[in-house]
């Protein structure tokens, strides 16, 4: 009996070992790998060969990279690695593990895009050095605070995107469901760059998933965006929980099933709080520079 | 042909080609509309985004054992196929017009690089069918729209402005160029493996 539960111990759970299996497919996959290559190349580019000339620039450009390359290529890659078992869904379904189980094993997966992110966060960090032009920048004009928060938001980012494609694939067979939910996502994203004049703008800006501080061309005028980001950070997380629970709730039974809707009912009304007080808490949209 | 075309036609996954066409439509219309603060270019490459999916997905074939099977080249049931592309064409190059000359947009520039990457994303779909893949619409597209979003948010090719929205004389160079080659490619890949004229030639 010893043994036998010794034994059983040393065995690794079978939602890592699925997250192991996926998690290979997930590297191998070719949107995956191009979006990887791209932010790999780009990030070089504007780190070392042409270094950008000032913190906000840097800033910016490795947070476009993160949620374009990791959030919106992690988004398209786990929607399809999510819904290419669907071939061979009776040989998927001998498996002796539930849905819920292979689920929770794709959104483990998802902390790769997360890992990659952080790492090329940390090379920006380090590596970069302004050129030998500078430009001032306006991050000297934000509280420190709000630039590492709008960071944090960029790595939640770079997780939600592809949780969210894992839900897309457990919920909607349609085969161009990914590409034209991905369209519609940095539509809504780049929407954001318009200015926050009122309550209504500053929440579609505080709503999405990915926005910038600052908004305007440098030559032209540039404006602080409305909204906190120290509510916004939460609410991203919030959006991250909801995906979460969005996908293991497909094919989710009895007990469970329940235990999964309240919870995510909670998270729902948490996510909208949040996103009220960051609209209605931080400071409303300035003008920073005008030429 | 008229007839002829109508069973390929009947064969096109229309449920993956009008949804994404739709999509596009709509954010064109809104952004030409002056809804998104004028057309900007940013939303009509979005738009034009959905649109390739819709039209690389005329080329997929869910049942494809059963239209091989019909007595017609490859070369005509995809240009049967390309019929039901065309509207989106025809279709982008009229926005294009419509368009030029506002916030300093150039028709001719739009309507050149649309056309291009549309017919490159055909010719890359077509490549993969004859590949063997049935069904290379959401490949294709899905790789087409990160390549979109890759030249739409940075300029990864130097100085040279691949999306371009204004007149430039490196894009007006690259379109035409794409636009041959893409031809080209679709010479070769709708060429039937086992045409009565190639396998002339081998003899």
Redesign the interface.
Known sequence: MTTLTAARSTEPSPVLVMARIEAGRLLRH??FA??LA?DA??LVSSVMVDPEPNLQRMSETWA??TA?CLG??GF?AMY?VTRSTDASREVVAAVPVDEQQRTLALCLVCVIPLGVAVVSGLFTLIAWEPGPITEPGFYGRLPWADVWLFNVCVLLASLGGPLLGVTLGRWWS???A???S???L??WC??TG?RTTSFVTTLHHQAAPFTLPITGASSEETFRQGGSWWWRVPYVASLCALAVIAALLHGATDHRRTLLLRTGTCVAVLAIVLLVVSTLTGPQGVLLWRA | MAGLAVPELRAIAWGHVIGPVVVGTTLLAFTTAGLLDGPQPTFLWLGLGALILGVVACLDEPAAMVTGACPATRRRRTVERLLAASPVVVGWCVLAGLVDGVNGLSGSALALTGTGSLLAAIAAADVLRRLGVDEPGPVVGSVALLGLLGCLLFQPIGGLVVLQAYDDLGSTALWPAVLVMSIAVLAWSTNDPASPARTLRRR
């Open positions: 070719p949107i191009v979006a791209l190349w780009l476009i990279l374009f919106v290529g398209l399809r349609w085969p161009m990914g590409a034209v991905a369209v519609l940095v539509a780049v929407s318009f």
